[in-house]
């Protein structure tokens, strides 16, 4: 039997099972090349990252407060310009109002004029043309009558007299009339300025109010923003809390407990610095968020906020610094022969540098300033150029 060459397709189940086989081993290979190895995050990266995006979200918060207040400002400082450009919109309204008054009568004054002059105008020319029809009438009479050449000039300027009366007072009416034509177009000048000066007027009202929507509006958006920002600051910042637990966990499985447990340590000469709060959250030397060595201890517990914070010697106070950056509100003591300790992210400070202190005697108040993922105290023992562990110089 010959092959005929053409090939031969399965078919039914067999075919469908075949191309669901393929379809499922182009996806093995598809994943196979895009996915790149799942990487877990350890404790203190992830601590780090949220850190971050919290930064990030208080960071967000501060500018959309600070747009509040700018667009606060602003809006206030609009207010007042439209107040402004308000009233001298009602002064420009009254000046158009009064000028118009003023083209009116000078319209008027100029239409009695003119009539004055038309109606002297045809008194003149029934004048003179009484004079012409005397003059043809009784011309010959006249002139036989007149019995001397002096009477006759005389009776010629007398006539002419009559006659260069009356066309001065056509000119002084007419130059009368032309003053107060010159006059209502100075008015009709200032009219037109008036009016440009108030539709200049009525679109700085227009702009400014227009202004004044886009101001509120963004103070509404703003405070919007402020306040999801917060929601998120709020989910964030708990995320923060367990990450921290999470990462301090491990390091008490590697050393060490993290409760204070009234014990007394060997050798200390420092008093406890927060009375009747023993938890330790975070000892000397462990992971902190960026994964370097803990550079002091961490005190707090669930009502540490606003506790005592007592100098854990005798010294002097040689800094009360506030507003720092990672320390918040701080403060440090010097004991004396090179040891100072540094209390940190106080709510207050109570002294002043150079003051003197006793062991036991309060010198702030335990807060969550600068940068603290909750209420606690911050201790650092520096010693001989360095730091060194609190917990060698504390006694329980």
Same mark, same amino acid.
């Given at each position: ?68 207040? !700018? ?69 010959? /009479? !006249? ?27 056509? +000119? ?49 958006? /703003? ?9 998120? +600051? ?24 993290? $409760? ?46 606003? /506790? ?31 040891? $100072? ?17 006793? $062991? ?37």
């Amino acid at each position: 039997m010959k092959a005929t060459g053409t090939t031969i397709q399965p078919k039914g189940k067999g075919a469908r099972a075949l191309r669901v086989l393929a379809l499922g081993l182009l996806m093995a290979l598809l994943c196979a090349l895009f996915s790149g190895p799942v990487y877990a995050e350890t404790p203190a990266e992830k601590y780090k990252r949220l850190k971050e995006e919290l930064e990030q979200t208080r960071s967000a918060i501060k500018s959309y407060e600070n747009s509040v207040t !700018q667009n606060q400002q602003l809006k206030a400082e609009l207010e007042k310009q439209k107040a402004i450009i308000d009233e001298m919109v009602e002064v420009n309204k009254q000046q158009i109002a009064d000028t118009e008054a003023r083209l009116r009568q000078k319209e008027e004054e100029i239409a009695d004029k003119r009539q004055v002059i038309y109606e002297n105008d045809q008194l003149l020319q029934q004048r003179l043309l009484a004079i012409y029809s005397m003059n043809n009438a009784n011309a010959t /009479a !006249q002139l036989l009558n007149v019995d001397s050449f002096s009477e006759l000039m005389l009776m010629l300027d007398g006539m002419r007299r009559i006659s260069k009366h009356d066309t001065d007072l056509l +000119e002084l009416l007419n130059e009368q009339r032309a003053m107060l034509e010159e006059e209502q177009a100075s008015i009709d000048a200032d009219l037109a300025d008036l009016e440009v000066y108030y539709a200049q007027l009525l679109e700085n009202q227009e702009d400014l109010a227009q202004n004044i929507v886009t101001a509120s509006q963004n103070i509404s958006y /703003a405070q919007a923003q402020v306040e999801a920002q917060k929601e998120i +600051e709020g989910d964030q910042y708990a995320a923060l809390l367990q990450a921290q637990k999470e990462m301090q966990a491990i390091a008490g499985s590697i050393g060490g407990s993290r $409760k204070g447990d009234g014990s007394t340590y060997v050798g200390g000469v420092f008093t406890w610095p927060v009375p009747g709060h023993y938890t330790i959250t975070c000892h000397f030397g462990s992971p902190d968020p960026n994964g370097s060595p803990h550079r002091g201890m961490d005190i707090s517990s669930a009502s540490v906020y606003g /506790a005592d914070i007592v100098a854990c010697g005798d010294g002097t106070v040689i800094q009360a610094t506030y507003a720092h950056s990672s320390y918040g509100n701080y403060i440090v003591v010097d004991h004396g022969d090179g040891v $100072k300790t540094l209390y940190a992210h106080c709510s207050q400070l109570y002294l002043s540098p150079g003051s003197d202190v006793k $062991k036991g005697d309060t010198i702030a108040a335990v807060g969550s300033t600068g940068f603290s993922t909750g209420p606690h105290l911050h201790l650092e023992v520096h010693a001989d150029g360095g730091l060194s562990n609190p917990a060698n110089w504390l006694k329980g």
